[in-house]
């Protein structure tokens, strides 16, 4: 079936994507693998893309709902390395990822030396108000999916000067006593802000406190700094410093490979160092004075796996705990501990399950030899995708849809099969040669 790629109900939508076929795209060897890619495709790709309104002067990625209305950093990384598969995508690519070095130039002309360059959480349509704290850093990555699918070298020239100067902030900003580690923090001095950094509401920062930078002493400096380290970020900075680095190799920029990966021993150091737990058999966040860990055991506690930083014993450790039953629910795996006290099933990252996160949980796994525990993570959530519809989280429990239909970035339900992690489930990008 063609699909249309209208956008249904959503006003001033573009007529982005129409006519192209979805499923002649792909080969499967389940219809149903098939007809979810299908629905994944329309409703949280070519449906969220919508054309230019200010401040944003390209298309960008809308993630869905009444009140997300912007374009974000982490979601939309996971709709540009699907859009990317399509045909004639390129310059709608480049205006997406414009936006955030149209936002940087923005931010720069109001904002003291020490904070220019940062890329906002969110670039907010008007009127709302400029966010003034990032997000799960990421950009990177999304940049080398796109150029791994579509070979657009336009989109490396016009990214990887930004993306260097975004990876200097949040070095700066967040590695605020060149650790190696990084926090959360805000510019508003607003501790919610600050979590909305990471995984917004895990259990890990419930005793978060805003601290002043513990060296710069200017007239205007606030209490903008997190006192923890996490585990998250400081993963996921890692995962876009080793995009970085192959992304300027590709462009033959030795010198930028070379500046890059003195952060990345350094992080991963820092995190065997003073967050892994063999106890836990984890990652955990640690406070910033005393390096003391807070004991629980969080989603972001796996993020490490999707970055290199185990080492193979330490890998292995963590696999044989989330086989347990502390993480293996109904539908694994769960945004916190089940042993902790706050666990809930449908509670937002305390207990509640993402299609995104599992994506990268099992990615992780495979990528260290797990690939047995890694596929029966990805079946579960593609199973119970095309049972309870694509939705932002789940229920751990009874596997219900939570949060917002078709949500953008549970488009790594297809990304988890066309990233060979599933078992259950055989999804490949056709070759033009064969027949339908």
């Known amino acids: 079936m063609a699909l249309s790629g209208g956008l249904g109900n959503l006003a001033g939508a573009s007529e982005h994507g129409k006519g192209i076929d979805i499923k002649s795209l792909f080969m499967a060897d389940r219809e149903d693998a098939l007809t979810l890619t299908e629905n994944v495709f329309q409703k949280c790709i070519l449906e969220k893309i919508l054309p230019p309104e200010p401040p944003l002067k390209h298309p960008w990625v809308y993630p869905g709902g009444p009140y997300y209305k912007g374009q974000w950093i982490w979601d939309t ?42 890329v906002t959480v969110a670039i907010k349509t008007e009127p709302q108000e400029v966010r ?20 657009d070298k336009k989109l490396l020239e016009q990214c990887l000067p930004r993306l260097e100067r975004f990876h200097n902030w949040y070095w700066r900003e967040r590695d605020i006593t060149n650790i190696g580690l990084v926090t959360v ?23 978060l406190k805003l601290l002043p930078h513990p060296f710069r002493k200017g007239e205007n400096e606030g209490a903008w700094y997190g006192d923890t380290w996490v585990t998250g970020n400081t993963a996921y900075l890692i995962i876009a410093e080793k995009s970085l680095v192959r992304l300027a190799e590709a462009v033959g920029d030795k010198e930028m490979a070379e500046r890059r990966k003195p952060f990345i021993d350094k992080a991963v150091r820092a995190m065997r160092n003073h967050m892994w737990d063999d106890k836990a058999g984890a990652f955990l966040s640690v406070k910033r004075d005393g390096m003391e860990k807070i004991p629980v055991a969080t989603i972001s506690s796996w993020i490490p796996l999707a970055a290199g930083v185990p080492t193979r014993k330490m890998a292995d450790r963590m696999a044989e705990v989330l086989e347990t039953s502390s993480w293996q629910t109904p539908l694994p795996v769960p945004t916190v501990d089940r042993r902790d006290p706050r666990w809930k099933s449908d509670s937002f990252w305390r207990g509640d399950v993402w299609p995104s996160t599992n994506y990268q949980i099992s990615g992780g796994l495979a990528a260290y030899g797990h690939a047995d525990l890694a596929a029966d993570i990805a079946d579960k959530t593609v199973a119970n995708a095309i049972k309870n519809g694509i939705s932002e989280h789940y229920d751990s429990v009874s596997g219900k849809p939570l949060g917002i239909r078709d949500y953008c970035m549970s488009c790594t339900l297809t990304t988890m099969m066309l990233d060979g992690l599933t078992g259950e489930y055989e999804l490949r990008l056709r070759d033009p040669k064969e027949k339908q």
């Not at 540009?80 to 399509?86: A, G, K, P, R, Y």
């Not at 003034?132 to 070979?151: D, H, K, M, T």
């Not at 501790?191 to 005793?207: G, N, P």
Request: charged share 25%.
């Open 185 to 207: 923090g805000s510019y508003s001095g607003d501790i919610q802000h600050a979590r909305w950094e990471t995984f917004d509401y895990e259990c890990k920062m419930d005793d």
């Open 77 to 118: 990384m996971f709709v540009v390395d699907l859009l990317s598969i399509l045909p004639g995508q390129k310059q709608v690519i480049r205006g997406i990822f414009q936006n955030y070095w149209d936002f940087q130039d923005r931010w720069n002309q109001t904002v003291p030396e020490y904070a220019h360059d940062m």
């Open 132 to 151: 003034r704290f990032s997000q799960i850093p990421i950009l990177a990555w999304g940049v080398e999916r796109v150029y791994r699918r579509n070979g």
